[in-house]
């Protein structure tokens, strides 16, 4: 597992946002258009103030959530409201975005429609995700209802999903759109979520999804 540690998180943001940039702009010398899945949560937002101010083709980006919480924008538990607030500034607003949740249709009706909009998209040309203390990573939590749907090989590209610990629904990228993205990172912050990775290390994916996604990434860490 090859681990990239900064010396603060202040460094890390500007370290993550640099290695992102630098792989969308490989990404785009051979590719007319680039994916982006990226992250909600609490840990990227400041990767997003540096990241969004890369010199880069933006309008060439298509950004999507690696998952979202099935509320409207104005939620404040939206992933959505992060990504337009945070990454899609400055230079990255000409990046288009692609948006998962659906005003009046559950994350069950809108997953087929919106899945095969994804997989227009894959292989997913940079996939960035973050990771919680319990192993998940996305909306790939352990025991979710829709998990072993969402961990199949032949899963559509986005599953909906419904997690005990989680006060909304949620639909999220299934681990074979994940783990097959061209480029994949991995951002975790804190002593626990690091015992929380070598723990999830060598685990099934049922137990540890993000032992399910992440072979062959880049892991960014800092305390
Ligand atoms: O709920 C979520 O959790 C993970 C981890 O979030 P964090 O707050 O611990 O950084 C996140 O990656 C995922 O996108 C989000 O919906």
């Known amino acids: ?29 051979i590719q007319d258009k680039v994916s982006l899945a990226v992250p909600g949560g609490t840990t990227p937002g400041p990767i997003f103030d540096v990241l969004c101010a890369a010199d880069l083709d933006w309008d060439r980006v298509t950004i999507m959530l690696t998952d979202e919480r099935w509320v409207p924008e104005d939620h404040e538990r939206s992933n959505t409201a992060l990504v337009k607030s945070r990454l899609m500034q400055g230079p990255a607003a000409k990046a288009q975005f692609l948006p998962f949740y659906r005003a009046g249709e559950t994350a069950h009706e809108a997953a087929p429609v919106l899945s095969e909009t994804v997989r227009a998209q894959m292989p997913l040309s940079m996939v960035v995700l973050g990771m919680g203390n319990d192993m998940h990573t996305a909306s790939l939590f352990p025991g979710a209802k829709g998990l072993s749907q ?43 979520k690091r015992a929380a990775l070598e723990d999830a290390m060598g685990r099934p994916p049922e137990e540890a999804p993000i032992a399910g996604v992440i072979q062959g990434g880049t892991i960014h860490w800092a305390a």
């Open 150 to 192: 969402a961990l199949h090989p032949d899963a559509p590209a986005l599953c909906p999903i419904e997690a005990s610990s989680q006060p909304d629904v949620r639909i999220t990228l299934s681990a074979a759109a994940l783990k097959g993205a061209m480029d994949k990172h991995l951002i975790i912050f804190g002593q626990d």
């Open 1 to 29: 597992m090859q681990i990239i540690e900064y010396i603060d998180r202040d460094i890390a943001a500007i370290g993550v946002a640099d290695a992102l940039a630098s792989g969308l702009k490989n990404a785009l010398l």
